[in-house]
């Protein structure tokens, strides 16, 4: 890694993979204004997939000692980082304890804090996705390919006793990763949920194929794996069968999203709802820079509206 340079106006990083290639890089500016932010600054932090350790620690002492600099939302990293660095944080919010990952790192009166924000923003994002009580009416259940942050996040708010019969009648979920699946499973446990979970050891995308093929009818599938964007392909084969009247949910919103069009080819031939993680990327990032930057960001209403149509890339 080379050397960071010290920040000369308020700045927030953005921790990935290829930040270069996301719309924030264009879209925070103009929020800054709106915000009264007009002075912040964003820079990307690339770091390749399960970087080295002390490649994450770099970053995150980076951001601590800098005067200047004021946080990060953090994707795709946000189990590796927050094993890697949790020691360097004088705060842990207990939803980044619960969850062992986080997405956002704030500094307040001196001290550096990890928070977990995907549970909460992942949550308004699938629930603008999924209608209000569509588990309870349905029976339907939960897919979700890839057991990162993303998906210990989301399950978890499907999973809260609050939500009733509103919750999923089986959540399934698969990785190219035994360990990766071990730590789900483990991380269940502390969930202390009653909704029945399984994990898949998925090696091939025939695996993905076959629990779609059992899926009940209604049944929500989730790309939390990252190809399409972070990698090349899909988790699922050309020949996998959606669920009727379910939704199918691409988390990411750029790149090659192979699954995204596989779904909207399905959706061509069948009644479901596709949905891309464009709610996911707007929530997930005002989330976090109301955290960094200790201001209120409604997540609706006239000023949220007024962020998102500032942020929809042409063409959408």
Sequence with gaps: MTAFTPATAPTIYFIGVTTGQSSILK???KWAEALGLADARIVGID????APRDDYRRVVSFIKDDPHSRGALVTTHKIDLFDACRDLFDEIDPLARLTEEMSCVSKRDGRLIA???DPITGGLALDAIVPAGHFGRTGAEAFFMGAGGSTAAITWHLMQAKRGDDRPSRITISDVSQPRLDAYEALCERFDTDIPVETVLASAAQDNDR????????????NATGLGKDGPGSPISDAAVFPRDGYAWE?????DLVFLRQARAAASQ???TVSDGWVYFLHGWTRVIAEVFAIDIPTSGPLFEQLSDIAVPPGR
């Design 270 to 272: 069948q009644p479901m």
């Design 251 to 255: 988390l990411n919103y750029r790149g």
């Design 27 to 29: 879209v925070f500016p």
């Design 47 to 50: 770091l390749p997939l399960h």
């Design 211 to 222: 629990v779609m093929g059992d899926l009940r009818p209604g049944s929500l599938v989730v």
């Design 115 to 117: 928070s977990a924000k």
